[in-house]
C-alpha cells in the first residue's frame, strides 16, 4: 500500500500548498554506473516532476507560494544568480498561475561568455514572459534584496499585490517543507520496492532540500545516513547552515528536537575550485552518468553531488556493494550555458 505523504507526516498539512508539480517522481536503477562503481545504485527522478524541465525547485516552490496565494497575489519576485534554476522555475509557475514574474538576475560570476549570459535559463525566464531586471556584480546579498523590496514597492504603487520570495537565512524556509514532502514520498516507494537504501546522497546548497529531506526521514523514524555535499560552502558553513535550517524545519512541523549532530553528514571534498566552477570529479562524474545511464547532470549541482558519491564510495565512507539512493534534483537546462565551460575543461 503505497501511503500518501500526508498519512506519515500529518503535520504537513498545517502549510497552504499549491501543487505545481507531479509526484511521485519515478526511483530508477543505475545498473552500469552501479556496476562500475562497486555499488548498488539508484536514483530518485526529481528532475522528471513535469513543470519547465524540472527539479527541486518545484517542490520548494509548492511552499513559497502557499503563503502567496493565502495573501491573494498576483505578482511574484524572485531575486538569483543569471543561470537559477530558481529563478527559472519561479517565472514558470508564475505563467503556471497566471501571475506576473519579476526575476532580478545577479552578476555574481562575471563573464562575457555568450552562452553563459544568453542561453540555458535565461532563454527559458524569457519564453516563459517573466520580467527581467539585472543587479550588478559587487554588490552585497542584503543589497540585492533591497533592490527585490523596492521593486515590489513600486510594484503595489501601480495597483499589483507583490508577493517577495526571500531566500536568506532569516526567512522561514518554507521551500524545506517540500523536501520533508518528498522524504515522506521515499519512503512509502522504497518500501513498496521492498528495497530500503543504506544511503541517501543529496545536494547542499541552500539547504532546503538536505535539511527537508533529513527532518522528514527522522520524522518518521527513517534512520537512513543522508550525506549532503557541498555545491557552495565549505563544510564548516554548510553543517551550521544545515543545523538551522533543520531545527526551523522541525518546528514547521512540530517535531522540535528530532535533528542532533550526528545525523548531519557533509562533505566539501568535491567544492573546489568553488561554486558553479568545474573540476576534473565533476567532469568525469557528468561524462560517466551521461554514457553510462544516459542521465544528464549539470556542473553547479547535480554533476558535484555525483562526484562527491563517487568520491565516498573510492575512498570506503559508502562501501563496496552498499545500496545508494541519488536524489537528482534537475538543472538539465543549465548544461547548454556551460557548454564550452565542460567541452573545454581538461
Ligand atoms: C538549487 C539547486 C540545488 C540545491 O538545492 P538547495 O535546496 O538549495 O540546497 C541542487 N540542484 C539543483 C539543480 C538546484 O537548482
Not at 562527491?308 to 534537475?330: N, S, Y
Amino acid at each position: 500500500m503505497n501511503r500518501k505523504p500526508e498519512d506519515l507526516i500529518p503535520e504537513l498539512q498545517q502549510h497552504r500548498r499549491v501543487i505545481l508539480g507531479h509526484e511521485p517522481t519515478p526511483i530508477d536503477r543505475l545498473t552500469r554506473l552501479g556496476q562500475d562503481l562497486g555499488i548498488e545504485l539508484w536514483v530518485k527522478r526529481d528532475d522528471c516532476n513535469g513543470l519547465a524541465f524540472g527539479g527541486n525547485k518545484v517542490r520548494q516552490l509548492e511552499y513559497y507560494l502557499g503563503p502567496g496565494v493565502e495573501k491573494n497575489a498576483d505578482t511574484v519576485l524572485i531575486t538569483g544568480a543569471l543561470q537559477s534554476n530558481f529563478v527559472r522555475l519561479t517565472a514558470a509557475a508564475a505563467a503556471k498561475l497566471g501571475w506576473q514574474a519579476h526575476v532580478q538576475l545577479e552578476e555574481r560570476v562575471p563573464s562575457d561568455d555568450q552562452l553563459y549570459r544568453k542561453s540555458g535559463n535565461i532563454f527559458l525566464n524569457n519564453l516563459l514572459g517573466a520580467e527581467i531586471s539585472y543587479f550588478p556584480e559587487g554588490e552585497d546579498e542584503a543589497g540585492a534584496d533591497r533592490a527585490l523590496d523596492d521593486r515590489a514597492e513600486q510594484l503595489k504603487s501601480q495597483g499589483r499585490r507583490p508577493y517577495v520570495i526571500h531566500l536568506g537565512l532569516g526567512s522561514p524556509p518554507y521551500g524545506g517543507l517540500g523536501y520533508i514532502r518528498a522524504a515522506a514520498e521515499t519512503y512509502a516507494q522504497v518500501i513498496e520496492l521492498g528495497n530500503k537504501p543504506d544511503y541517501i546522497v543529496v545536494p547542499s546548497g541552500s539547504g532546503l532540500t538536505h535539511a527537508g529531506f533529513l527532518v522528514g526521514a527522522r520524522a518518521i523514524g527513517w534512520d537512513v545516513p543522508i550525506i549532503g555535499i557541498c555545491v557552495r560552502r565549505d563544510q564548516k558553513s554548510q553543517t551550521d547552515r544545515i543545523r538551522q535550517r533543520s531545527n526551523e524545519l522541525a518546528h514547521m512541523i512540530s517535531r522540535p528536537g528530532i535533528i542532533t549532530d550526528q545525523d548531519i553528514i557533509i562533505s566539501d571534498k568535491t567544492l573546489s575550485p568553488g561554486y558553479g566552477k568545474m573540476n576534473q570529479p565533476v567532469k568525469e562524474a557528468i561524462e560517466k552518468t551521461a554514457q553510462l545511464e544516459a542521465i544528464l547532470l549539470d556542473p553547479v549541482y547535480t554533476a558535484r553531488t555525483m562526484a562527491g558519491l563517487i568520491d565516498k564510495v573510492r575512498t570506503d565512507a559508502i562501501p563496496q556493494g552498499a545500496k545508494v539512493l541519488f536524489i537528482h534534483t534537475g538543472g538539465n537546462p543549465a548544461i547548454f550555458a556551460y557548454q564550452n565551460a565542460i567541452e573545454s575543461f581538461s
